[in-house]
Antibody, heavy 118, light 109 residues
Framework: EVQLLESGGGLVQPGGSLRLSCAASGFTFSTYAMNWVRQAPGKGLEWVSVISSSGVITNYADSVRGRFTISRDNSKNTLYLQMNSLRDEDTAVYYC???????????WGQGTLVTVSS | DIQMTQSPSTLSASVGDRVTITCRASQSLSSWLAWYQQKPGKAPKVLIYKASYLESGVPSRFSGSGSGTEFTLTISSLQPDDFATYYCQHYDSYSRMYTFGQGTKLEIK
């Protein structure tokens, strides 16, 4: 059974930093691209970032480029999102999601809440 | 950047109704179009991929169609479990970026 378990969310002040983790199990992690998607309270889904299976290729939404860094450790089956220079508008539930290879996000974690507030 | 616009934003319907949600793109797309269902407090669940392919385990009352700039999700006979928010999503295979529609909330009439 595929499982994705996010952690690392919490309350942080504007301008602060936070690192999210996503522990994967139930599939061969090193063969799948992975993503982060977020959802602000009461709002829709916003794609944040992608990383290729090897970790060589990454991309970001314009709203986070230059502030967020996606990475992965295939030896630990773990995906990361380093978030710096956080803003109020970064407040959201952050989901990690597996790229299914058919243009869709096949499996999602349960999400971790990040709150940016003074 | 491609923009995805769903309509309607809210849809009121009854159990047994046939409903259709539309997703329009700002430019012509490949077939990399997916649909998701999300219930409050839960992660999204994929229903349809590549515009018309039903994800394994998803009831056959869900179907997807379309091409170019207009895509639709149809639920043939609404069940109580189907009241949720639905999102379309485009995948750009060159940039590996995903774009979501703003969502359609399906409510009980």
């Amino acid at each position: 059974e595929v499982q994705l378990l996010e952690s690392g969310g919490g309350l942080v002040q504007p301008g602060g930093s936070l690192r999210l983790s996503c522990a994967a199990s139930g599939f061969t992690f090193s063969t799948y691209a992975m993503n982060w998607v977020r959802q602000a309270p009461g709002k829709g889904l916003e794609w944040v970032s992608v990383i290729s299976s090897s970790g060589v290729i990454t991309n970001y939404a314009d709203s986070v480029r230059g502030r967020f860094t996606i990475s992965r450790d295939n030896s630990k089956n773990t995906l990361y999102l380093q978030m710096n220079s956080l803003r109020d508008e970064d407040t959201a539930v952050y989901y990690c999601a597996q790229d299914g290879g058919r243009g869709e996000l096949s499996y999602w974690g349960q999400g971790t809440l990040v709150t940016v507030s003074s | 950047d491609i923009q995805m616009t769903q309509s309607p934003s809210t849809l009121s319907a009854s159990v047994g109704d046939r409903v259709t949600i539309t997703c329009r793109a700002s430019q012509s797309l490949s077939s990399w179009l997916a649909w998701y269902q999300q219930k409050p407090g839960k992660a999204p669940k994929v229903l349809i991929y590549k515009a018309s392919y039903l994800e394994s385990g998803v009831p056959s009352r869900f179907s997807g169609s379309g091409s170019g700039t207009e895509f639709t999700l149809t639920i043939s006979s609404l069940q109580p479990d189907d009241f949720a928010t639905y999102y379309c999503q485009h995948y750009d295979s060159y940039s590996r970026m995903y774009t979501f529609g703003q969502g359609t909330k399906l409510e009980i009439k």
